[in-house]
Nanobody, 125 residues
Framework: QVKLVESGGGLVQAGGSLRLSCAAS????????MGWFRQAPGKERDFVAT????????SYADSVQGRFTISRDNAENMLYLQMNTLKPEDTAVYYC??????????????????WGQGTQVTVSS
């Protein structure tokens, strides 16, 4: 299984930006569909964004569409999430996830096999 380590979280004011990174090791990164999920206190883990193995295909949750951008660098084994125009409701622990299986629902937690430890994002109003 691939090992995933997130970084880049922090405290930011509403309207600000953050860039999350996820470093992958121990697998062939380009063979994994990658995703970002988030979990707020007392809530379920929710889909944020996903990206195809090549990086050419992306999809987003409605709540972040137009504000967040997922990208990957297969040469560097890195996944990114650029978050702009942040809102207090974006406050959560953000997790990167990976799967090398053929899946049909890229927005579902259960489809992903490997997870990072998470990075906290806090947006103040």
């Amino acid at each position: 299984q691939v090992k995933l380590v997130e970084s880049g979280g922090g405290l930011v004011q509403a309207g600000g930006s953050l860039r999350l990174s996820c470093a992958a090791s121990g697998g062939t990164f380009s063979s994994y569909v990658m995703g970002w999920f988030r979990q707020a206190p007392g809530k379920e883990r929710d889909f944020v964004a996903t990206i195809s193995r090549s990086g050419h295909g992306t999809s987003y949750a409605d709540s972040v569409q137009g504000r967040f951008t997922i990208s990957r660098d297969n040469a560097e084994n890195m996944l990114y999430l650029q978050m702009n125009t942040l809102k207090p409701e974006d406050t959560a622990v953000y997790y990167c996830a990976a799967t090398d299986r053929v899946i049909t629902s890229r927005n579902k937690v259960a489809e992903y096999e490997s997870w990072g430890q998470g990075t906290q994002v806090t947006v103040s109003s």
